[in-house]
């Protein structure tokens, strides 16, 4: 058995970069992007400065986040241990990319698919070394056979003092650095000195100095950019299956109720609501792919492993039962519809809350990895049911109105606890420093002003005032409206802060 693995020795690295030119004119990698690249950090003060290179790229980890959740299997373990891909079967989710704790793949725009480091795979079965190895003047790098004893870098790596990027994330990472700087594998102790300096190609959101209180000990002085990934594509879909969600969630609770006999704004109504705003997240989901064409992968060739698969059949499910509680009300059967509750509301609360389970297999944004994130998208997902039912109530008769405003209500409440509670938690540094984005920094008029005022006080203040003076459907729809719009900006700004802060 074989399982390959790099041993980086930064001691040996002079920054040549060598290896990145070899692994471009390699793989043809286009500008922009890289497979490999060299890092550059300086600390201390003059005149006592030092600066310290360390190469950076896939870990081809034991306990690979990527290939879990990936929904095509497009990144799956090659025989010698080593992570490969597959363009062929890359639908170009990006889910690999934040599920990564390393910043190790990127998107190919030649080819739209998910691309990275993979060892040279194609030289390894001809008996050759991969190219950086080859032309890397220091010899710097080198291959380590982890499963043999006596082969001289796996030596190296269990007699000297090496380390690993990231130890924390516990994917069991295989390249080993020797004689690296610390601060030079995380890059929350390094930052880019707000100095014009021309280069450090990196994200806007990389961390500038000084920031005194973040423990940064140095200043990253090359590296290079990693782009967000997931953008407001994301944040609406969050949005627009909480809403479909929500809508049934609230008309299966109003047929417990006794009201199934009401046909236009319990039987027809919701599923037709549901079934738009369903319409509008399959619209979106594949939207969001660098490969919509390969769409039906998914069900072609999907692995259950992942929770996009899982989420996509969750959503055909309710889909489905949402189809079965049209037909219920169109023809008038109440019976139909006492039968479908139980069944349709759980459904719809595995649309609602499945994306917990996806972002917590993206392993390298641990704001995302928050316990409270199922019961923030179920209290999301009936705050939208209340909304839905509160702008119907408008246009129609809705039975038990009040209920309905406490729907609306109470998911506020709960969302509002929830949020509270998430904020005032300690978590990762990397948690800190994304609540700090989203509450402080690039994200904080989006979050107070639209999340919270707009999205959670505003509804909040209307419903109860509707309640209390038992005044006519206007400010409750309203305060749904409200409720929406300010969950996609909260939304937005948790999906923005959670990828704003640096991996490598």
């Known amino acids: 058995m074989t399982r390959l693995g790099f041993l980086l020795d930064s001691d040996s690295c002079v920054g040549c970069h060598a290896c990145t030119v070899a692994c471009k004119s390699e793989h043809d990698v286009p500008l922009g992007v890289n497979r490999t690249w060299v890092k550059y950090i300086e600390t201390g003060s003059f005149p006592n400065v030092s ?14 986040p990527c290939m879990a959740i990936c929904p095509t299997s497009a990144l799956y373990r090659a025989d010698n241990g080593v992570v490969d891909f597959d363009d062929n079967d890359c639908i170009g989710c990006k889910g690999c990319m934040n599920a990564c704790p390393y910043d190790a793949l990127y ?22 070394e991969p190219s950086c190895v080859v032309v890397c003047p220091t010899e710097a790098i080198k291959v380590a056979d982890l499963d043999d004893p006596l082969n001289e870098a796996t030596k190296i790596i269990a007699r000297d003092d090496t380390a690993v990027r990231a ?12 004689g690296a700087d610390q601060a030079s594998l995380d890059p929350l ?5 707000a100095d014009g300096m021309i280069w450090a190609d990196t994200t806007p959101d990389h961390p500038t100095l000084p920031p005194d209180t973040h423990g940064v000990i140095g200043r990253t002085t090359y590296t290079t950019t990693h782009a967000m990934t997931w953008k407001e594509k994301v944040s609406g879909y969050l949005v627009t299956k909480a809403v479909a969600a929500g809508a049934m969630l609230v008309a299966a609770l109003l047929v417990l109720l006794g009201h199934e006999g009401e046909r236009a704004a319990v039987g027809v109504v919701p599923p037709m609501v549901a079934g738009v705003f369903l319409a509008l997240t399959g619209v979106l989901l594949v939207a969001d792919l660098k490969q919509p064409g390969r769409f039906h992968y998914l069900l072609t060739k999907g692995s259950w492993e992942s929770w996009l698969v899982k989420g996509a059949y969750i959503l055909m499910g309710f889909a489905a039962l949402t189809a079965l509680w049209w037909i219920g009300g169109l023809v008038d059967s109440g019976g139909l519809l006492q039968v479908l509750a139980i069944p349709t509301a759980l459904f719809a609360a595995g649309s609602a809350g499945y994306t ?3 972002f917590a297999q993206c392993e390298g944004r641990d704001l995302w990895q928050t316990p409270l994130l199922l019961p923030i998208l179920l209290a999301q997902a009936v705050t939208a049911g209340g909304a839905v039912f509160t702008i119907v109530d408008l246009f129609m008769d809705v039975p038990a109105p009040t209920a309905v405003r406490w729907a609306l209500l109470g998911g506020v409440i709960a969302t509002g606890a929830l949020l509270a509670t998430e904020l005032s938690s300690h978590g990762t540094r990397h948690v800190e420093l994304a609540v700090e984005a989203m509450t402080k920094g690039q994200w904080k008029n989006q979050f107070w002003g639209g999340g919270v005022l707009l999205g959670l006080v505003v509804p909040a203040v209307l419903t109860v005032i509707a309640l209390a003076a038992d005044l006519g459907p206007g400010l409750p729809a309203l305060g749904g409206l409200a409720a929406v719009v ?7 700004s948790f999906i923005r802060a959670g990828q704003s802060v640096p991996l490598s």
């Not at 998107?107 to 050759?128: E, W």
């Not at 300010?486 to 937005?492: A, K």
Request: glycine share 4%.
């Open 167 to 178: 130890p924390e994330q516990n994917t069991n990472p295989k390249v080993y650095y020797r």
């Open 356 to 358: 917990a389970y996806l």
């Open 486 to 492: 300010g969950m996609w900006l909260y939304e937005d």
């Open 189 to 193: 102790r390094t930052a880019i000195a």
């Open 107 to 128: 998107i190919n725009p030649a080819t739209n698919t998910a691309n990275k480091c993979n060892f040279c795979n194609h030289r390894i079965d001809q008996g050759l």
């Open 51 to 64: 600066r310290h290179f360390s190469v950076m790229r896939c870990n081809h980890c034991e306990d690979a």
